[in-house]
């Protein structure tokens, strides 16, 4: 999941995502760890980052080919 690198990538911080999205701070960061999340949330971040949810998701290894 590429989450931490588009929210960077769109100059937020986790408290402005998670106002964006209406997704908890706590969860955004678990996410960042952990690297998953349930389908629901990603849509409401990939709303709110304004991507798709195949950019989001995507692999590290997918994105480096």
Same mark, same amino acid.
């Given at each position: 999941?590429?989450?931490?690198?588009?929210?960077?990538?769109?100059?937020?911080? #986790?408290? =402005?995502?998670?106002?964006?999205?209406? #997704?908890? #701070?706590?969860?955004?960061?678990?996410?960042?760890?952990?690297?998953?999340?349930?389908?629901?949330? =990603?849509?409401?971040?990939?709303? =709110?980052?304004? #991507?798709?949810?195949?950019?989001?998701? =995507?692999?590290?290894?997918?994105?480096?080919?």
């Amino acid at each position: 999941m590429q989450l931490r690198t588009i929210r960077l990538e769109a100059g937020l911080s #986790v408290p =402005a995502l998670s106002r964006l999205s209406s #997704v908890p #701070v706590r969860t955004i960061e678990d996410i960042e760890k952990r690297g998953d999340c349930k389908v629901s949330t =990603a849509k409401l971040l990939a709303s =709110a980052l304004n #991507v798709s949810l195949d950019t989001l998701c =995507a692999d590290n290894l997918e994105k480096d080919r």
